[in-house]
Protein backbone atom coordinates (compact mmCIF):
# COMPACT_ATOMS: atom_id res chain seq x y z
CA UNK A 1 0.00 0.00 0.00
CA UNK A 2 1.01 3.33 -0.74
CA UNK A 3 2.11 5.44 1.82
CA UNK A 4 3.70 9.00 2.93
CA UNK A 5 5.22 10.19 6.22
CA UNK A 6 6.20 12.92 7.99
CA UNK A 7 7.95 12.43 10.85
CA UNK A 8 7.97 15.99 12.43
CA UNK A 9 4.14 17.74 13.35
CA UNK A 10 6.11 21.06 13.97
CA UNK A 11 9.70 22.13 13.05
CA UNK A 12 10.72 25.91 14.03
CA UNK A 13 13.73 27.43 12.47
CA UNK A 14 15.06 30.95 13.15
CA UNK A 15 14.59 32.96 9.98
CA UNK A 16 17.81 32.94 7.62
CA UNK A 17 18.87 29.67 8.71
CA UNK A 18 18.70 26.53 6.28
CA UNK A 19 15.23 24.33 6.92
CA UNK A 20 14.56 20.45 6.22
CA UNK A 21 10.98 19.25 6.42
CA UNK A 22 11.49 15.41 6.47
CA UNK A 23 9.46 13.04 4.22
CA UNK A 24 9.52 9.04 3.75
CA UNK A 25 7.23 7.26 1.48
CA UNK A 26 6.45 3.86 1.02
CA UNK A 27 4.83 2.63 -3.12
CA UNK A 28 5.26 -0.24 -5.26
CA UNK A 29 6.31 0.96 -8.44
CA UNK A 30 8.20 4.20 -9.35
CA UNK A 31 7.33 7.07 -7.27
CA UNK A 32 6.30 10.69 -8.23
CA UNK A 33 6.74 12.78 -5.44
CA UNK A 34 5.24 16.19 -5.01
CA UNK A 35 5.44 18.97 -1.95
CA UNK A 36 2.68 21.40 -1.73
CA UNK A 37 2.15 24.28 0.98
CA UNK A 38 -0.72 25.37 2.38
CA UNK A 39 -1.87 28.86 4.18
CA UNK A 40 -5.02 29.12 6.31
CA UNK A 41 -8.23 28.81 4.46
CA UNK A 42 -6.49 28.27 1.21
CA UNK A 43 -6.06 25.40 -1.00
CA UNK A 44 -2.72 23.84 -1.80
CA UNK A 45 0.04 25.36 -3.47
CA UNK A 46 2.30 22.96 -5.48
CA UNK A 47 5.89 23.75 -4.42
CA UNK A 48 8.15 20.99 -6.45
CA UNK A 49 8.44 17.07 -7.95
CA UNK A 50 10.19 14.52 -8.58
CA UNK A 51 9.62 12.50 -11.40
CA UNK A 52 12.67 11.14 -12.93
CA UNK A 53 15.87 12.59 -13.81
CA UNK A 54 18.46 14.69 -11.15
CA UNK A 55 17.70 13.40 -8.02
CA UNK A 56 17.59 17.59 -6.25
CA UNK A 57 15.04 19.35 -7.34
CA UNK A 58 14.29 23.06 -7.36
CA UNK A 59 10.94 24.58 -6.94
CA UNK A 60 8.95 27.71 -5.98
CA UNK A 61 10.34 30.72 -3.79
CA UNK A 62 13.47 29.07 -3.02
CA UNK A 63 12.50 25.30 -1.77
CA UNK A 64 14.46 22.27 -3.07
CA UNK A 65 14.01 18.63 -2.12
CA UNK A 66 16.23 15.71 -2.53
CA UNK A 67 15.16 12.60 -3.63
CA UNK A 68 16.92 9.24 -2.02
CA UNK A 69 15.64 6.05 -3.33
CA UNK A 70 17.56 4.08 -1.07
CA UNK A 71 16.32 6.00 1.91
CA UNK A 72 13.23 6.32 0.40
CA UNK A 73 13.02 9.78 1.64
CA UNK A 74 12.40 13.09 -0.57
CA UNK A 75 13.24 15.94 2.14
CA UNK A 76 12.07 19.12 1.67
CA UNK A 77 14.50 22.08 1.86
CA UNK A 78 15.58 25.96 1.43
CA UNK A 79 19.34 27.29 2.58
CA UNK A 80 17.26 30.79 3.98
CA UNK A 81 13.97 30.79 6.11
CA UNK A 82 11.75 33.36 5.45
CA UNK A 83 8.90 34.55 8.23
CA UNK A 84 7.14 34.23 5.62
CA UNK A 85 7.93 30.55 4.73
CA UNK A 86 5.74 29.83 7.96
CA UNK A 87 2.77 27.27 6.76
CA UNK A 88 1.44 23.80 6.62
CA UNK A 89 3.67 21.97 4.18
CA UNK A 90 2.12 18.51 3.10
CA UNK A 91 4.55 15.45 1.10
CA UNK A 92 2.88 13.75 -1.28
CA UNK A 93 2.90 10.52 -3.65
CA UNK A 94 1.75 9.90 -6.85
CA UNK A 95 1.88 6.16 -8.65
CA UNK A 96 0.89 6.77 -12.21
CA UNK A 97 -1.26 3.72 -12.95
CA UNK A 98 -4.75 3.41 -13.68
CA UNK A 99 -5.81 3.74 -10.04
CA UNK A 100 -3.73 7.36 -10.02
CA UNK A 101 -4.63 8.22 -6.82
CA UNK A 102 -2.35 10.69 -4.61
CA UNK A 103 -2.01 10.34 -1.07
CA UNK A 104 -1.09 13.23 1.55
CA UNK A 105 1.37 12.90 4.31
CA UNK A 106 -0.03 14.56 7.66
CA UNK A 107 1.91 17.75 7.23
CA UNK A 108 4.08 19.85 8.61
CA UNK A 109 3.66 22.83 10.93
CA UNK A 110 6.87 25.52 9.70
CA UNK A 111 7.62 28.18 12.13
CA UNK A 112 9.91 30.61 11.06
CA UNK A 113 11.01 32.77 13.89
CA UNK A 114 12.20 36.75 13.33
CA UNK B 1 -5.68 32.05 -16.35
CA UNK B 2 -6.69 28.52 -16.48
CA UNK B 3 -7.31 27.14 -13.12
CA UNK B 4 -9.63 25.20 -10.19
CA UNK B 5 -12.38 27.19 -9.11
CA UNK B 6 -14.82 26.01 -6.12
CA UNK B 7 -17.56 27.54 -5.43
CA UNK B 8 -18.78 28.36 -2.98
CA UNK B 9 -15.75 29.32 -0.64
CA UNK B 10 -17.89 29.30 2.79
CA UNK B 11 -21.14 27.21 3.03
CA UNK B 12 -23.32 27.12 6.09
CA UNK B 13 -25.69 24.05 5.77
CA UNK B 14 -28.19 23.04 8.57
CA UNK B 15 -27.73 19.30 10.14
CA UNK B 16 -29.40 17.18 7.50
CA UNK B 17 -30.08 19.55 4.66
CA UNK B 18 -28.46 18.28 1.67
CA UNK B 19 -25.40 20.41 -0.04
CA UNK B 20 -23.47 20.43 -2.86
CA UNK B 21 -20.28 21.97 -3.95
CA UNK B 22 -19.23 22.73 -7.19
CA UNK B 23 -15.46 22.67 -8.93
CA UNK B 24 -14.63 23.89 -11.98
CA UNK B 25 -11.64 24.04 -14.05
CA UNK B 26 -10.28 25.13 -17.34
CA UNK B 27 -7.05 22.99 -17.13
CA UNK B 28 -8.73 20.42 -19.63
CA UNK B 29 -7.50 17.62 -17.14
CA UNK B 30 -8.90 13.89 -17.37
CA UNK B 31 -8.66 13.04 -13.41
CA UNK B 32 -10.53 15.24 -11.18
CA UNK B 33 -10.56 14.37 -6.96
CA UNK B 34 -12.35 15.77 -3.59
CA UNK B 35 -10.98 15.43 -0.74
CA UNK B 36 -11.73 16.03 2.85
CA UNK B 37 -9.50 18.09 5.39
CA UNK B 38 -9.96 18.67 8.57
CA UNK B 39 -8.69 20.85 11.31
CA UNK B 40 -4.92 21.42 9.29
CA UNK B 41 -4.55 17.38 8.89
CA UNK B 42 -3.82 15.73 6.01
CA UNK B 43 -6.12 15.70 2.85
CA UNK B 44 -8.27 12.96 2.78
CA UNK B 45 -9.04 11.08 -0.68
CA UNK B 46 -13.15 11.05 -0.91
CA UNK B 47 -13.06 10.05 -4.69
CA UNK B 48 -11.67 10.23 -7.87
CA UNK B 49 -12.55 10.80 -11.60
CA UNK B 50 -10.65 9.24 -14.38
CA UNK B 51 -12.48 10.74 -17.10
CA UNK B 52 -15.81 9.46 -16.57
CA UNK B 53 -14.82 6.33 -14.58
CA UNK B 54 -15.32 7.09 -11.07
CA UNK B 55 -13.20 5.56 -8.05
CA UNK B 56 -14.82 5.55 -4.62
CA UNK B 57 -12.43 5.27 -1.75
CA UNK B 58 -13.62 2.17 0.71
CA UNK B 59 -14.46 4.62 3.69
CA UNK B 60 -15.76 7.15 1.75
CA UNK B 61 -19.16 7.41 3.87
CA UNK B 62 -22.29 6.82 1.47
CA UNK B 63 -23.59 10.30 2.52
CA UNK B 64 -21.49 11.74 0.19
CA UNK B 65 -21.90 11.07 -3.62
CA UNK B 66 -20.20 12.76 -6.54
CA UNK B 67 -21.13 13.75 -10.03
CA UNK B 68 -19.40 15.06 -13.13
CA UNK B 69 -21.20 15.75 -15.99
CA UNK B 70 -18.71 17.11 -18.03
CA UNK B 71 -14.35 17.39 -18.14
CA UNK B 72 -14.86 20.57 -16.82
CA UNK B 73 -17.02 19.98 -13.43
CA UNK B 74 -17.51 17.94 -10.67
CA UNK B 75 -20.20 18.16 -8.15
CA UNK B 76 -19.80 16.69 -4.66
CA UNK B 77 -23.15 15.93 -2.89
CA UNK B 78 -23.66 15.08 0.46
CA UNK B 79 -27.11 14.08 0.99
CA UNK B 80 -27.40 14.59 4.87
CA UNK B 81 -24.95 16.16 6.49
CA UNK B 82 -23.75 15.99 9.88
CA UNK B 83 -21.72 17.99 12.21
CA UNK B 84 -19.07 15.64 11.78
CA UNK B 85 -18.46 16.47 8.21
CA UNK B 86 -17.80 20.18 9.13
CA UNK B 87 -14.59 20.48 6.82
CA UNK B 88 -12.38 22.05 3.97
CA UNK B 89 -13.42 20.36 0.76
CA UNK B 90 -10.46 20.48 -1.67
CA UNK B 91 -11.33 19.83 -5.55
CA UNK B 92 -8.44 18.78 -7.94
CA UNK B 93 -7.50 18.33 -11.15
CA UNK B 94 -4.35 16.30 -12.77
CA UNK B 95 -3.38 15.20 -15.93
CA UNK B 96 -2.18 11.81 -16.34
CA UNK B 97 0.00 10.36 -18.99
CA UNK B 98 1.38 13.46 -20.61
CA UNK B 99 4.69 14.12 -18.35
CA UNK B 100 2.53 16.71 -16.36
CA UNK B 101 1.95 15.32 -12.62
CA UNK B 102 1.14 17.32 -10.42
CA UNK B 103 -2.28 18.14 -8.87
CA UNK B 104 -3.67 21.73 -9.08
CA UNK B 105 -6.16 22.46 -6.47
CA UNK B 106 -8.67 25.26 -6.19
CA UNK B 107 -9.06 27.66 -3.45
CA UNK B 108 -11.77 24.82 -1.10
CA UNK B 109 -14.79 25.32 0.31
CA UNK B 110 -15.30 25.58 4.08
CA UNK B 111 -18.45 23.49 5.19
CA UNK B 112 -20.12 24.71 8.64
CA UNK B 113 -23.24 22.30 9.44
CA UNK B 114 -25.60 24.15 12.50
Known amino acids: AQSVAQPEDQVNVAEGNPLTVKCTYS??????LFWYVQYPNRGLQFLLK??????LVKGSYGFEAEFNKSQTSFHLKKPSALVSDSALYFC????????????FGKGTRLHILP | DAMVIQNPRYQVTQFGKPVTLSCSQT?????MYWYQQKSSQAPKLLFH???????NEADTPDNFQSRRPNTSFCFLDIRSPGLGDAAMYLC?????????????FGQGTRLTVV
Open chain 1, 27 to 32: VSGNPY
Open chain 2, 92 to 104: ATSLEGRGTAEAF
Open chain 2, 49 to 55: YYDKDFN
Open chain 1, 92 to 103: AVRVMNRDDKII
Open chain 2, 27 to 31: LNHNV
Open chain 1, 50 to 55: YITGDN
